[in-house]
């Protein structure tokens, strides 16, 4: 034996393929186009309109405080709606506090989906029922989530892939770090998508990471890297469908980094103008993911005013719904805080859960 | 760990013979996966190795690696992957390796496990069973002897057990990995190589998680102790005899829940209560316990509830750990000062 046959000696994998490519990934407005089934870009057309709106929507109720705050994702719809439509029903969904839209788009009711963020209860959809993890607050702390889930799968044999959702600054937290290592390691049907939208709350990428890119990570874990315009609905979708077919199939992790823009400040309450300028926001702008597809599509004949009108009208009567709904003042019910602590009651709750009972009856006779 | 068999213990063949509180706990584990193929253990070296402590002692050889697994080094994400694991209905069992080694797990216990099934209003249980060695005595360098069960007590939704007997060890790990709510189990160390008469074969039956277990009755002051300070409060109560006291022993085995009752009427039958412990005082379980025993028991007090727990000190270099420790002195100086003379 000699030390190269010994484990700090083993052989290494060939690092090229894991390679992102050196400009992110597009889609339209390339000959390559031409191949993207009309159907599908239809679909995600209609999505992305509705998701526009859904965003100006939960914005607007937090000015009429109707949501506690909102974390837009608007500029960032493709990468929301790609996340969405790229799974099949058995896969599962890990999102973060800004992916709502992605949740919606997989078919959770808004209502249910901003639960969250109106503030009468954590989750307001089964995740169960929709394959959706609880929105993460915690930065990375739904990737290991992830995996874990994904790794089960696999043992049973189930083929269920994982997609998880991340932001730039969360890939420097550790959990990032760990869930990509362990995802790795286990080869573990799971898909990571970090939108690097430019920002954690004020702070810019270049203040986040050195690496070339935030795709490039993924080689230092060996697993592939890649990067796409986040903007680019249909190379997103193109990019995440790939990537979660080859996970179900047996090959393993990989990281797409989408390269996106937060339009919208980090949230209602934030001001970006105390660290961004206009004209950067104003840059992307005009590299708008509604507008790219538009524009496809225009040009393919394959969506005229009519289509277009359509488009509008549906979301205008999901947001008019949405608006109804969250105008209602959800039920509470106070002592629901002692359910679900535990799967039975210690004698402490049962004690608690009586003493705001009795306060509630004071309350009530008062 | 293993004893020796000689010819007379085969001819006899007892069912019942010296085992260790480590014997137990592997034996609880192999049970447990061996019931139910949703289990799964998982940590750092439990495979080929079988653990630090080889609690986990042939575990692989005999389940397969996929049911118990030597993950990559980095306790955030083992706890995390389990997480995931019981999301999609698995029923992981962690092992953390030392105590001072699961701090890097904490963010994914207090924001995720303890409130997944409260978050999702009981749609995602999370049947996680961790298991951390814990606590001092055993000559261990810096961070591999802290007492840790404060941190986890205080945060709802997770239960905190924790053994003090080899039969205990067995039982309370089997209701543990068998109960619908996530265990911290909290693993006295250095009772891991303590023995009692006990059978593999016949294991005792499972107590439910949230009884705590009269030691010793007694009529004169009642001591409430866990995990690795029972000992020390059983050989105090022996102790104490000899100046004419007869204490009581509560051993709580459980933190989270906390067995109120059983406490009550234990100390209701003395009149005077000690909490020991071997984690800080300040801000620790006995500062708890003793309230609740004031508030439960006021009019039967004849004394205040004290405490005897490590000082509020970083814990010690071995050399020194024997006078941070809570001893038999300290716990019979303690009960000296239950205002006897004012009787
Ligand atoms: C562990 C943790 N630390 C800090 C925060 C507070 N926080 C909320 S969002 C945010 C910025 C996250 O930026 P990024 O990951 O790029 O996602 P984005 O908000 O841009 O979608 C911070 C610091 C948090 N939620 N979690």
């Not at chain 2, 412990?277 to 439960?296: D, K, L, N, W, Y």
């Amino acid at each position: 034996m000699t030390v190269l046959d010994t484990p700090a000696w083993r052989p290494r994998t060939d690092a090229a393929p894991l390679l992102p490519d050196p400009e992110p990934y597009r889609l339209l407005g390339t000959p390559a186009a031409a191949d993207l089934d009309p159907a599908l870009l239809g679909r995600l057309h209609g999505q992305l309109v509705r998701g526009r709106r859904y965003n100006a929507q939960a914005t607007a109720l937090t000015k009429q405080g109707r949501l506690a705050v909102y974390p837009s994702s608007t500029g960032q719809e493709a990468c929301e709606i790609a996340a969405a439509l790229a799974l099949s029903p058995r896969d599962w969904l890990f999102p973060s506090y800004r992916d709502t839209l992605a949740v919606v788009a997989r078919g959770v009711d808004p209502v249910e989906a901003l639960t969250l963020l109106r503030g009468d209860w954590h989750t307001g959809y089964d995740p169960r029922e929709h394959r959706i993890a609880p929105l993460s607050t915690p930065l990375a702390t739904q990737l290991p989530h992830a995996v874990g889930l994904a790794h089960a799968a696999r043992l049973s044999g189930d083929p269920v892939a994982a997609l998880a959702m991340v932001g730039d600054g969360g890939t420097s937290e550790g959990d990032f770090h760990e869930a990509l290592n362990f995802a790795a390691v286990w080869q573990a049907p799971v898909v990571f998508l970090v939108q690097n939208n430019g920002f954690a709350i004020s702070v810019p990428l270049a203040k986040q990471t050195a690496a070339p890119t935030l795709a490039h990570k993924a080689v230092g874990y060996g697993m592939p890297g890649r990067l796409v315009d986040g903007n680019d609905v249909a190379a997103v979708h193109q990019v995440l469908s790939e990537a979660v077919e080859r996970a179900r199939e047996g090959g393993g992790p990989t990281l797409v980094e989408a390269v996106t823009y937060r339009i919208d400040a980090h949230t209602n309450a934030d001001d970006a103008t105390r660290y961004r300028e206009e004209s950067e926001v104003a840059a992307w702008r005009a590299h708008d993911p509604v507008e790219l597809l538009e524009r496809e599509l225009t040009a393919r004949g394959l969506l005229d005013d009519a289509a277009r009108q359509r488009a509008l009208d549906e979301a205008e009567a999901m947001a008019a719904d949405l608006r109804e709904r969250m105008h209602e003042d959800p039920e509470l019910d106070p002592t629901e805080l002692f359910e679900h602590v535990y799967a039975e009651p210690t004698q402490q709750l049962r004690e608690q859960a009586a003493q705001l009972r009795a306060e509630l009856e004071a309350e009530r006779q008062s | 760990m293993t004893t020796a068999t000689t010819a007379a213990d085969r001819a006899e063949a007892p069912s019942r013979k010296p085992a260790t509180m480590a014997q137990a706990l592997n034996q609880a584990l192999r049970d447990s996966l061996a019931a139910d193929p949703a289990v799964h253990v998982m940590g750092e070296d439990v495979g080929t190795l079988g653990g630090v402590f080889r609690i986990t002692d042939g575990l692989t050889r005999d389940f397969g690696e996929d049911r118990c697994t030597d993950t990559p080094l980095a306790e955030a994400g083992i706890l995390g992957a389990a997480v995931g694991m019981a999301m999609y209905g698995l029923r992981p069992v962690v092992e953390m390796q030392f105590d001072a080694f699961a701090y890097p797990a904490f963010e994914q216990l207090v924001s995720h496990v303890a409130r997944m099934r409260n978050r999702t209003r009981g749609a995602l249980p999370l049947p996680i069973t961790v298991r951390i060695p814990y606590g001092g005595g055993i000559g261990g360098v810096e961070h591999h002897s802290d007492s840790s069960e404060a941190y986890y007590l205080h945060t709802p939704g997770l239960h905190v057990v924790t053994p003090a007997t080899v039969e205990d060890a067995y039982g309370l790990l089997r209701a543990s990995i068998a109960s619908d709510d996530p265990v911290i189990f909290l693993e006295p160390k250095r009772l891991y190589w303590s023995k009692a008469d006990w059978s593999p074969q016949e294991p005792s039956a499972v107590p439910p998680i949230g009884r705590a277990a009269v030691r010793r009755t007694g009529r004169t002051a009642t001591l409430v102790t866990y995990g690795p300070s029972l000992p020390v409060c059983l050989e105090a109560a022996e102790a104490a005899e000899e100046e004419g006291w007869d204490l009581g022993v509560v051993d709580l085995r459980s933190l989270v829940p906390f067995d109120e009752e059983t406490v009550a009427a234990a100390v209701r039958a003395t009149g005077r209560a000690v909490v020991v412990h071997e984690s800080s005082g300040f801000g620790g379980a006995g500062a708890e316990i003793a309230a609740r025993i004031t508030e439960r028991c006021f009019h039967h007090l004849e004394a205040p509830v004290l405490r005897v727990a490590g000082f509020d000190i970083p814990y010690p270099p071995p050399m020194l750990e024997r006078h941070h420790l809570p001893g038999v002195d300290r716990i019979l100086d303690a009960v000296g000062r239950l205002q006897w003379e004012e009787r």
